[in-house]
C-alpha cells in the first residue's frame, strides 16, 4: 500500500487481530516473554464491513482473542446468538428456487451435492438485516443503518498526451485514493423509519413464506 490508499477489508482485519493479540498477551507468551504480556486486554470483539477496490464485499469477524473470521452474515454484542441464528435461516431461505447446488467428487468416485447461500442484492439483504435486527432489539428501539454499496465501474481516463509530450504536473486533488475519489464506495445512512418499513417488509415475507409451507 502507498501512502493514504485504502487497505482491503482483510487488511484491517489482520492488523485489529495484531493488535488484539499482542493486548492479550498472546504474542507475548509466543516469545516465551511473560514480563512483556499487557495488564488489560482488549475485552472486545470487532465487527468490521466493507467493499473493497474490486467490488467485493466481506464480513469479518475479530473475537477478544485475536483470531479474525469472514462471515457471509454476523451479529455481534448483546443477543448475537439469535440474531445469527435468523441470519443463518435468511440466508438458506434465499437458496430456495436459486441454483445454488455444487458437486464435488471424493477419492473413491462418490459425488456429493451441496448447497451454498446465494449472494443477496443489496435491496434484500437490507430488509434481512433490519428484520433480524428490529427482531433481537429491545421493543421501541430507534434503529439506523448504513448501506455500503460497491463504486459504479468507470472507464479508464483518457489523457490527450503524445509520446514525445511531457508528463502533466502532479495534481493532488485528482488523486483517486479510494477514501473520497470516484472509486470510494456509495455509503447510505437509514433513519428510523425507513428501517422499520425495511422490518415491516422482512415480516411480510416471512408470513407469505410461512403460509407457503
Request: glycine share 8%; charged share 30%.
Amino acid at each position: 500500500l502507498d501512502y493514504g490508499d485504502r487497505p482491503s477489508v482483510k487488511a484491517v482485519a489482520d492488523e485489529l487481530a495484531d493488535f488484539a493479540a499482542e493486548a492479550n498477551g498472546a504474542k507475548a507468551a509466543d516469545r516465551g516473554d511473560d514480563d512483556d504480556r499487557p495488564a488489560r486486554p482488549v475485552g472486545a470483539a470487532f465487527l468490521i464491513a466493507g467493499v473493497d477496490r474490486d467490488g467485493t464485499s466481506a464480513v469479518y469477524l475479530v473475537d477478544p482473542r485475536g483470531f479474525p473470521r469472514r462471515w457471509r452474515a454476523k451479529a455481534a454484542g448483546a443477543k448475537h446468538r439469535e440474531a445469527d441464528e435468523r441470519l443463518r435461516e435468511a440466508l438458506w431461505d434465499a437458496c430456495d428456487g436459486a441454483d445454488t447446488s455444487h458437486s464435488a467428487e471424493s477419492r473413491d468416485g462418490a459425488v456429493a451435492r451441496s448447497r451454498e447461500p446465494p449472494q443477496l442484492s443489496v435491496a434484500d439483504a437490507a430488509v434481512v438485516a433490519a428484520g433480524v435486527v428490529e427482531a433481537v432489539a429491545p421493543a421501541g428501539s430507534a434503529l439506523d443503518a448504513v448501506i455500503v454499496r460497491p463504486a459504479p465501474p468507470r472507464p479508464p481516463p483518457v489523457q490527450d498526451v503524445g509520446p514525445d509530450d511531457p508528463e502533466p504536473p502532479h495534481d493532488a486533488s485528482t488523486h483517486d485514493d479510494g477514501w473520497a475519489g470516484p472509486s470510494a464506495p456509495a455509503v447510505e445512512v437509514l433513519g428510523a423509519d425507513e428501517v422499520a418499513s425495511l422490518a415491516a417488509e422482512w415480516r411480510t415475507r416471512a408470513k407469505a413464506r410461512d403460509a407457503a409451507q
